[in-house]
C-alpha cells in the first residue's frame, strides 16, 4: 500500500526535519514529541529515524562518564519507543 500525505502531514514533515538538524545534526528525520534524557551518554550516527512519541534514557550510576547507548547508522525506531539504559546499549548499523 502505498502512503498518501496530506498537504498537512507534508508540512509538519518539513518542521520534523528542520527540528532534526537542529537537535541531533546527523539523524535522518525525528519525529516530536521526542525525548531525551542523559543525552552526553548517548551517541547517534547517521540516517537515525524515529517515530512519534519516543524517548530514550542513558544514567551513569557507575560515574564513568562513557557513552552508554550507542545507535549506529540507518536506524529507525518505531514509534513509542523507550530505550533506558544503565549499561551498555548497542544497536548497530542498518537496524
Excluded: W
Excluded at 5 to 19: E, S
Excluded at 23 to 48: C, D, M, Q, S, W
Excluded at 52 to 75: P, Q, T, W
Amino acid at each position: 500500500m502505498i502512503r498518501v500525505y496530506r498537504i498537512n502531514d507534508l508540512l509538519l514533515l518539513c518542521i520534523f526535519k528542520i527540528k532534526t538538524k537542529f537537535t541531533f545534526k546527523n539523524a535522518r528525520l525525528i519525529r516530536f514529541p521526542f525525548r531525551v534524557r542523559g543525552r552526553k551518554y548517548i551517541e547517534i550516527h547517521e540516517g537515525f529515524t524515529t517515530g512519534y512519541n519516543c524517548r530514550i534514557d542513558a544514567f551513569d550510576v557507575n560515574k564513568k562518564n562513557n557513552v552508554l547507548i550507542s545507535i549506529g547508522r540507518n536506524v529507525q525506531i518505531n514509534d513509542d519507543v523507550h530505550i533506558g539504559a544503565i549499561e551498555k546499549i548497542e544497536i548497530h548499523d542498518n537496524v
